[in-house]
């Protein structure tokens, strides 16, 4: 092997030693796992703040080896910002862990300079690229250069990410003449990460990837002075995911060849690196013809031997079979851990035979085998050794066992008269989606766990009233209630529910608990805003694996009421923090819009689009959405934390991950080579221009004189910092500020669309819940969600590209897309920039909605639940952005701006009001 290309100028890093990095050294490991995004258990630990336990994570990478340490907090449930610099102060007083170099890993150019004003020594900043501009690389190129870092430069630019050589050149020495000549960086500061991809995938284009990237290393070797490169190795080996012996063979021969190439460093689990000489001769043939793509049949010279090398490899009758040989009650307890229902009705009735051969009864199949299997599922999943799909798994294997059983339950029950026949449950649950609102998936999902663990739940489903609701608990004499909801209007209403709950006697001296859960509540939601209003206990449920500990905490004889004094005391903790909380710093409207987002119109044209008006698409192909899709929220759905597809390589999650993903992509063909759904789509182009100051008037021709609709906008109004470079406010936006003011004369547009993938989705759901099976039943749900999404950032591709056709040439793959790099934003009613729903009436009606089969509920929640709908803006300096908190004279105003009354946006808004 030829030695490493030289570099004659060393990168000089320093944590509290210095650490040079030239032609002498290594191949340096950056260690990975302080990094929320690509460790669970570490995410676990900031999330929880035990920040004692995330030290010594990052305290045995440097044991182990590690050089640098990368440092991520990007989580969504993170202040990220505070938990970088704390966790970064507490890393600056640990001298063993702080002597070496950080490498500050985010993709919020906030939490990146929050973080550089911790560092005291030299630190790496990951990453800048040219994806927004060569503008915003300038900006935080320079500011980079003013806190004295290196940095990590992503070979990615306005048109995506580079997954060819000639664009990884391109890209490399544009960013590195800009850095360089304009910017005046030091060349030898920077690394340059030219994108390590997938390889071995089946897609003939994939396999020169690793070869590409090899290649690139070279050239930057050879063409831009003193420049570092690295990458993220672990990726190269993403299609051997679940093989620890083929990826550590791939990941060992890859870097053979990087290194060779010039590669300086890279994020690597140094845990999956061999020796590239003591690697088996056969298996290092192939993975080389891969890595190197000498063969067209190398990937399939790869499969077939992988499973040679992996980890316990037996022959498939050997591992899915000798379970068959154990004892009924063991298979049966082995089907139900495993989710298997091939032989259930067969064993089911050889126990319920055992049964009877002892003069038993057929309830004792259910109170015995069943349940010892369940509780076998319930203690594993309470342990964390069982995921949510597994579980959902498990239920189907118990409903089709006792489906099975309950004819001979009821004739036996006939022949004995007086006989109870079934087995006793723990409690009664009855459980709904609030009035006005149509989303269930959670709300199944926690009706299942529960069932599995022995309670009784009555699901009333979707869109259920107050009456209806506290009628049902009456009549079941349920111990607890359960509420479940997705949009804002739902807290009103299950605020509404807990005060008649405290109404109605029935409730008040039972004291019968209410749950609390829905992707808009919260603990602080429910202890502040609910609670109050019910004597009862009110609990809030985060997720379905807490709601088994929750109910049989509330329920227990013995714990009742230890675990009640504990959560009365943790709920007045909350309120008085809440009271006690110093409120965020506002300002009036009056300087909010004095401090509003300034577009310079004299000197911009806003595009008008190709085709004006309405037009619908109906029956949009299916398979065309799939390459649109954001597969992480499918996991999230099933519980399961991380990103895809890094998901599938998480040492916890991981192969529940990769299990439930693949009965998905299963179910996805199905869905789309069957028609089991329908998507269809409508949109709108018109004129719009801003009048006043934070209202947009849509209309429906260039005339601009009759007004389709006027949409009434919210604005900003916390207390914005100064920029650090110009030392001017941030602005208090508002997506009025994003559309030309009526007042230039200025001819302006704006988009309004709607979209569905979810007509025939309750049809086949119901088919799956009448043969028992709730798994197949979340699952067709999750991809109608799944869809619908991939349908709207679909349209909006075409809208950009074709219909406004203000991005033309734009070409980005779904990963791009996923991030948001395209030009203009889409947002919706009920989300962060316009968190009020009460626009979606007017939306749906200037775009005859109904034509379609979409229509509102009265809370303004869309049926069918998988449907988007929102509005296309087109300025490149539109972004997205949070309102937050807003005063009482916005709330006067807005009341005045709209006609309504100020008790009718207060209630709209009341999710912003302190």
Not at 255 to 266: K, Q, R, S, T, V
Request: charged share 20%.
């Amino acid at each position: 092997m030829s030695p490493r290309p030289l570099s004659t100028q060393a990168l000089c890093l320093a944590g509290l030693e210095p650490f040079v990095l030239d032609h002498t050294t290594l191949f340096v490991n950056v260690g990975e796992r302080t990094n929320v995004t690509g460790s669970k258990a570490f995410a676990r630990m900031v999330l929880a703040e035990q920040y004692d336990q995330a030290l010594t994570v990052a305290r045995q990478q440097i044991e182990n080896g590690a050089q640098i340490i990368d440092i991520n907090m990007d989580e969504a449930m993170l202040d990220s910002k505070s938990a970088m610099v704390r966790f970064l102060n507490l890393i600056a007083s640990e001298p063993d862990i702080a002597r070496i170099p950080i490498m500050i890993d985010s993709s919020k150019w906030e939490v990146i300079e929050a973080g550089l004003r911790c560092i005291q020594g030299k630190a790496i900043v990951n990453s800048i690229s040219l994806k927004e501009g060569e503008a915003a690389f300038i900006t935080q190129a320079k500011l980079i250069r003013r806190y004295g870092a290196a940095t990590v430069v992503m070979a990615f630019d306005e048109q995506g990410q580079a997954d060819t050589l000639a664009r990884k050149q391109a890209i490399c020495q544009r960013s590195y003449h800009l850095l360089v000549e304009k910017v005046g960086f030091p060349a030898e500061d920077i690394i340059f990460d030219p994108n390590i991809f997938a390889i071995a995938t089946g897609i003939a284009e994939h396999n020169h990837y690793a070869v590409d990237f090899i290649d690139a290393t070279r050239w930057i070797k050879e063409n831009l002075p003193h420049a570092k490169v690295s990458g993220g190795v672990s990726n190269v080996s993403f299609s051997f995911r679940g093989n620890d012996q083929v990826r550590e063979a791939m990941h060992t021969v890859f870097l053979y060849h990087a290194i060779a190439a010039g590669m300086d460093m890279g994020i690597v689990n140094a845990g999956q690196l061999g020796i590239y000489q003591t690697l088996d001769p056969v298996l290092r043939e192939c993975v080389e013809d891969v890595v190197l793509d000498r063969r067209p049949d190398a990937t399939d010279r790869l499969l077939d031997i992988a499973h040679e090398f992996k980890a316990g490899h037996t022959t498939r009758s050997e591992t899915t079979l000798a379970w068959r040989t154990q004892a009924v009650a063991q298979r049966m307890t082995h089907a139900l851990t495993h989710g298997i229902t091939d032989f259930i009705i067969e064993d089911t009735e050889a126990i319920r035979q055992e049964v009877l051969a002892r003069a038993g009864r057929t309830i004792e199949v259910i109170e015995g085998p069943l349940m010892d299997g369940m509780n076998v599922v319930g203690d594993l999943f309470a342990q964390g050794k069982m995921f949510l799909p597994q579980v959902m798994k498990s239920a189907r294997v118990m409903k089709q066992a006792v489906a099975h059983l309950v004819p001979y339950i009821e004739a036996e029950k006939r022949d004995q008269a007086g006989a109870d026949g079934l087995i006793k449950a723990q409690g009664k649950v009855v459980i709904a989606t609030v009035k006005g609102d149509v989303h269930d998936i959670g709300k199944n999902i926690v009706t299942v766990v529960l069932q599995c663990n022995n309670f009784d739940v009555i699901n009333m489903g979707v869109m259920v009233s107050c009456h209806d609701i506290l009628a049902k608990a009456k009549a079941e004499n349920a111990d607890i209630i359960g509420l479940s909801g997705l949009i804002t209007p739902s807290l009103e209403e299950m605020t509404y529910i807990a005060t008649e709950m405290q109404r109605d006697a029935y409730f008040r001296l039972r004291n019968i608990p209410l749950l609390i859960g829905g992707a808009t509540t919260s603990r602080v939601h429910t202890a502040v805003k609910i609670a109050p209003h019910y004597a009862g206990p009110v609990v809030y449920v985060p997720d379905a694996s807490r709601s088994v500990s929750v109910v049989s905490s509330l329920l227990s004889e013995e714990g009742a009421a230890a675990y009640l004094l504990a959560h009365q005391r943790d709920y007045a903790r909350i309120r008085e923090q809440h009271a006690n909380k110093k409120p965020q710093a506002m300002v009036s409207l009056a300087a909010a819009r004095a401090n509003k987002y300034v577009i310079d119109w004299a000197h911009y044209t806003p595009p008008k689009p190709r085709i004006m008006g309405r037009h619908a698409l109906d029956n949009i192909d299916l398979a065309t959405l799939v390459d649109y899709i954001d597969w992480t929220p499918f996991f999230q759905t099933w519980d399961l934390a991380g990103k895809f597809p890094a998901i599938f390589d998480d040492k916890v999650v991981g192969d529940a991950a990769r299990k439930v993903y693949a009965d998905g992509r299963a179910m996805l063909v199905h869905i789309i080579e069957e028609r089991w759904l329908t998507a269809k789509g409508v949109f709108a182009l018109w004129p719009a221009n801003t009048v006043g100051d934070d209202d947009i008037e849509i209309y429906t021709d260039e005339t601009r004189t009759q007004i389709a609709l006027t949409w009434h906008q919210i604005r900003q109004q916390n207390m914005r910092e100064p920029k650090l470079e110009s030392g001017t406010r941030v602005p208090n936006r508002c997506l009025a500020d994003y559309i030309a003011p009526k007042s230039t004369g200025i001819a302006d547009y704006i988009g309004l669309f709607a979209v569905t993938a979810g007509i025939g989705c309750d049809q086949r759901a119901e088919q799956f819940e009448q043969a028992h099976d709730d798994y197949s039943s979340i699952m067709m749900k999750a991809l109608a969600d799944r869809l619908a999404e991939a349908c709207a950032e679909y349209l909006h591709a075409q809208i950009r590209k074709e219909f406004w056709g203000y991005a033309a040439d734009e070409t980005l793959d779904c990963a791009a897309l996923i991030r948001e790099a395209y030009r203009g934003i889409r947002p919706a009613p009920g989300y962060p920039a316009c968190p009020e729903h009460t626009v979606k009436a007017a939306l749906f009606t200037q775009l005859d909605c109904t034509e379609l089969g979409l229509e509102l509920t009265e809370s303004l929640a869309m049926t069918p639940a998988a449907s988007v709908s929102g509005f296309y803006f087109s300025h490149p300096d539109s972004q997205y952005f949070t309102i937050g908190k807003i005063a009482p004279d916005q709330i006067s105003d807005l009341a005045q701006r709209s006609g309504r009354t100020q008790t009718e946006v207060q209630r709209a808004l009341a999710s912003l009001l302190e």
